[in-house]
Structure formats: C-alpha cells, structure tokens
C-alpha cells in the first residue's frame, strides 16, 4: 500500500485478556519495526524483522509479547494476559533495503493505542 | 548515561525566530543520524537525514559533530506550524537498522 497501515487504531482491553495488533507495511519494504510509545515517554524498540533473517527480539519486554511476520509482510503483536503498564501506543514501521549509500528513514503506521483497564 | 539524550524543552520562540536544538550520543560507533518531527497524539515522521557535511531542506539544516558526538537541528523563520516534537534518532552501528530514539524537545512557536 502507499503507507503502513496499522489496525485497530485503538483497543481498549481488560486486564489479562490477550490482544493481537496488526501491520501491514509499505510494499516492498523488507524491514519491519515494533515500537511503542508510553504516555510522554521515547519510542521504545520491541522487535525487527529483516527479509527471511531471524528477528531482532532483543526488545520485548517479557514473555507475554510475541510477533510473527507471514510471508515476509503482514506482521502480528500478540500480548497475552495484559497488564496495565502495557498500556501505550504501538507503532510499526518499515524502511526499504538500505546498502552503504542510502540512508533511508523508517515510515511509521499511525499506531494502535492500547489501553488495558 | 542515556544512549540519545535531548532537552525535553519545551522552547517557546515567536514566529520568524531561529531555534536550534542538540542531540548527543553516547556511542561513537553510531552511523546513521536522523531528525523526525511527532505532532500530537501522532506518529513520528521524518524530517530529515543528517549527513558528515551537513545538509539543508530549506528552511532546516541538519549538523552532525563526530567528535564531540552530537547532532543539532536549526530552524529558521519558524512558523505555527513548526509546532511539534522534534526527535533524535542514532542507528548504534553499522549493519543494524534499530534505530535508538531520543525522547523529543518540544517546540512551540507562538504568534
């Protein structure tokens, strides 16, 4: 598509209950971004996918957060058994095959706002 | 000490003045340096890229420091609508596309 789009825009949960976020990004963008954004703070790094190469965890914050990336497009964030702190903005995003000349940018989806109540 | 570290601000500065911010880094490793604006209730959009030279995109010029690790973002004859978050963002090293995000100064540009 033109940009990455992201769904929902906005979910509201009740503690414990697992969630899926979902992104579609940019067509032919290889790499793919999990952020998310608390209430004032800095984006925080959860996952990265490059291609068919093993994503980048190293972010995820516990166990209860897993991601997949099917046929190296549509990307899912499940949280299970939310909690409250997990309540934040999640932004995906995805840039295009960078080599030694490029300096490419990421494009950002416009979030999933996720509140657990 | 914070990978990428910016004054939160917020600088409130009156149409057609000049505004600059710093960003600096802790890793002298880090290759790739970028500016993204964030409105409101937003997300992050590029700016712009900054290169070893420095570059321009009108009213906007990006500076990178190597040696005293830090980037700076000049803004001239701001306008209402420079109104934002301006993020720093450093890739740590070569080779990896995780982009460490500075948490943002805030610019309010007031008429």
């Known amino acids: 598509g033109a940009g990455v789009s992201q769904s929902p825009s906005n979910k509201v949960t009740e503690k414990g209950k697992d969630v899926e976020l979902r992104c579609d990004p940019i067509?032919?963008?290889?790499?793919l971004y999990w952020y998310r954004q608390s209430l004032g703070q800095g984006l925080e790094f959860l996952i990265y996918f490059q291609g068919n190469s093993a994503p980048d965890k190293s972010g995820l914050p516990s166990d209860r957060f897993s991601a997949e990336r099917t046929g190296g497009s549509v990307s899912t964030l499940t949280i299970q058994r939310t909690q409250q702190e997990d309540s934040a903005v999640y932004l995906c995003?995805?840039?295009?095959?960078?080599?030694?000349?490029?300096?490419?940018?990421?494009?950002f989806g416009s979030g999933t706002r996720l509140t657990v109540v | 000490r914070k990978e990428v570290e910016q004054d939160p601000g917020p600088f409130n500065v009156p149409e057609g003045a000049t505004v600059a911010f710093n960003c600096t880094y802790s890793?002298?490793?880090?290759?790739?340096f970028f500016w993204y604006r964030q409105d409101c209730r937003k997300e992050p959009k590029l700016l712009m890229s900054?290169?070893?030279s420095g570059n321009e995109d009108g009213r906007f010029t990006a500076q990178l420091n190597r040696a005293s690790q830090y980037i700076s973002l000049l803004i001239r004859d701001s306008k209402l609508s420079d109104s934002a978050t301006y993020l720093c963002?450093?890739?740590?090293?070569?080779?990896?596309?995780?982009?460490?995000f500075g948490t943002g100064t805030r610019l309010k540009v007031l008429a």
């Open positions: 963002v450093v890739t740590p090293t070569s080779g990896t596309y995780k982009y460490i």
């Open positions: 900054v290169y070893s």
């Open positions: 995003a995805s840039s295009a095959p960078r080599n030694r000349d490029t300096n490419y940018g990421y494009t």
């Open positions: 890793n002298s490793a880090s290759q790739s």
């Open positions: 067509s032919g963008h290889t790499a």
